[in-house]
């Protein structure tokens, strides 16, 4: 080993001992010391080191050099080593610390604006996601809401507790409801559509105002009618197409509304489509009867009415035809076959509803289209009438 690798060995010593604050041991003289900073000579050999200063080797000691036994080595200067030792290394110290300091610095920079950037990239893909579920929300809500029913239970919910029945002098009647809307302190005003020929018979005939006195919501905790009675308001009529339209002021809200089938839904409907129809025949509380649509194409009077052969009777007049794969409000029941004209016979399975669009266009033409919106009540009963008029159609159903 020459002078010079021996003088490198003693700065990198030196620089080791400032960063991590070894204090390294004064073992070797003043002399030895000139002699490892004296100037570098190509000839200038290390002489071996003393039997008593060899150790095991580098890994046991990486300071062996500076107790190595080095030849004193004349010199002029007699002031000690100590202070530029310590400068050097000071010097070598706060450069190094200040390096890695910008390096730190530089790299927090970096890091700090990929994590801003990391964090613009995030909230865009919110904003974006936002956007796109409330672009969705409108066809997700009604697909959500009218989900098909999947038991019993959701059945009774959606075609049997909207449906109310109307009575009066001495016949019955159903009627469907369609929205409850809030009207102020303890005051409700429940919508319900039912047929007009119901209206005309069990109206209060005492009354210049259209008004039903008998009419009975469903109670579901009991499951029958409820015995209260509430007086029932017509708002509007359209006697050719045999639709009324009455309000009940409640004191509080009544929470079973139809759901009342889109018109993409209802245009879609055909012949063989599974239907019920849920009435209060005979006075009964509202019965759900099973059928099929058995036509679209029945004039009566100038209107056009469809069929059903799901088995209906006197009182399902003004009650709902629902669609059985979901439970959707598609029609309100009108009129049923008889046969004979001395003693005519109901046909039951020949019963002639409203579909829902010629409901829907006059609701419209009368304001009242926000009722079928949001629908959030249920369907309601319908009439008993026991006049009839031999062969054809009757007036109650």
């Not at 730190?104 to 919110?126: A, C, F, H, M, P």
Request: proline share 7%; glycine share 8%.
């Amino acid at each position: 080993m020459n002078f010079e690798t021996h003088k490198n060995y003693f700065l990198a010593a030196v620089i080791i001992v400032g960063l991590y604050g070894i204090v390294v041991p004064t073992l070797v003289s003043k002399d030895e010391l000139a002699l490892a900073t004296a100037p570098t000579s190509d000839a200038m050999l290390i002489p071996d080191v003393p039997d008593h200063y060899k150790l095991s080797g580098w890994d046991e000691d990486p300071l062996w050099f500076l107790s190595s036994g080095v030849s004193p080595v004349e010199t002029d200067d007699s002031s000690p080593l100590e202070p530029m030792v310590a400068n050097v290394s000071a010097d070598l110290l706060s450069q190094e610390r200040a390096r890695i300091v910008s390096e730190l610095n530089s790299r927090r920079e970096g890091l700090r604006r990929w994590v801003g950037g990391e964090i613009d990239r995030t909230e865009q893909k919110i904003e974006a996601l936002d956007s796109r579920i409330e672009s969705i929300l409108p066809s997700l809500t009604p697909a959500l809401r009218n989900n098909i029913t999947t038991n019993n239970h959701d059945k009774v919910v959606r075609m049997i507790y909207p449906v109310v029945q109307l009575r009066g002098n001495g016949t019955v009647g159903s009627g469907v409801v369609l929205s409850c809307e809030f009207a102020g302190e303890q005051h409700w005003k429940t919508w319900i559509v039912t047929a007009y020929h119901v209206v005309e018979e069990v109206r209060d005939l005492t009354s210049e105002e259209v008004v039903i006195r008998e009419l009975r919501f469903f109670d579901p905790e009991h499951g029958r009618l409820d015995e209260v009675v509430y007086d029932g308001f017509e708002v509007a009529s359209l006697p050719e197409s045999d639709l009324s339209l009455i309000r009940v002021d409640r004191a509080t809200a009544w929470p079973y509304t139809a759901i009342v089938a889109a018109e993409s839904v209802c245009n879609s409907l055909s012949v063989f489509e599974p239907v019920y129809a849920v009435g209060c025949p005979l006075g009964n509380q509202p019965l759900p009867t099973l059928g099929q649509i058995s036509s679209q194409y029945k004039p009566v009077g100038g209107e056009i009415y469809w069929m059903v052969n799901a088995p209906t009777y006197f009182g399902n007049s003004g009650g709902g035809i629902f669609r059985a794969k979901d439970s959707q409000l598609i029609g309100i029941s009108s009129m049923i076959y008889t046969y004979g004209k001395r003693s005519p016979m109901v046909v039951p399975h020949m019963g002639l509803f409203v579909p829902f669009q010629t409901v829907r266009s006059w609701l419209r033409r009368e304001g009242f289209a926000y009722l079928i919106r949001n629908p959030q009540i249920g369907p309601v009963p319908a009439s008993d009438s026991s006049g009839n008029t031999g062969n054809g159609v009757s007036g109650s159903f």
